[in-house]
């Protein structure tokens, strides 16, 4: 079986461009993007657990800055480095499929890269 170059998939299906915002603070609101763009989904490597796509949560904590993950993972080279966020969730919001599995407060926290992120209200985060 033939290889497939990095640079063949991004011919196929398009090179995703990010719009890049200003980085995020401890505080802020946000809210995880539904992606649909074909290169995000280059399984097996899936930075953004598909629970957390369209939820609102908020910024615990600025881990650093780091290299693109999505573009290392298959061999590629990455073309600049993107902040890196502990963001909190609503546990409940996050496992609506599991009934009874949460208590009030009950949160999760996961790993965020800038990218995968845009800006959301108070209110959208209370909805």
């Given amino acids: ?3 497939i170059a990095n640079e063949d998939i991004e ?13 995020l603070a401890e505080g802020a609101i946000v809210r995880v993007r539904r992606e649909h763009h074909p290169t995000r ?11 957390i796509h369209g939820l609102c949560g908020t910024v615990t904590r600025v881990l ?3 290299k693109n993950p999505e573009e290392l993972a298959f061999g590629g080279k990455s073309r ?3 902040p890196l966020y502990f963001v ?11 009934p009874g599995s949460s208590k009030p407060g009950d949160a999760i926290e996961v790993e965020v890269y800038h990218s995968w992120l ?5 209110e959208e985060l209370a909805a």
Avoid: M, N
């Avoid at 011919?11 to 980085?23: D, I, M, Q």
């Fill in 1 to 3: 079986r033939g290889q």
């Fill in 11 to 23: 011919a196929a299906l398009g090179l995703v461009e990010e719009a890049h915002s200003a980085p």
């Fill in 41 to 51: 989904w280059r399984k097996p490597h899936l930075r953004t657990p598909g629970y």
């Fill in 64 to 66: 650093g800055t780091f």
């Fill in 80 to 82: 600049g480095e993107q």
């Fill in 88 to 98: 909190s969730f609503d546990w409940a919001a996050a496992c609506y499929h599991i």
């Fill in 118 to 122: 845009e800006p959301a209200t108070a």
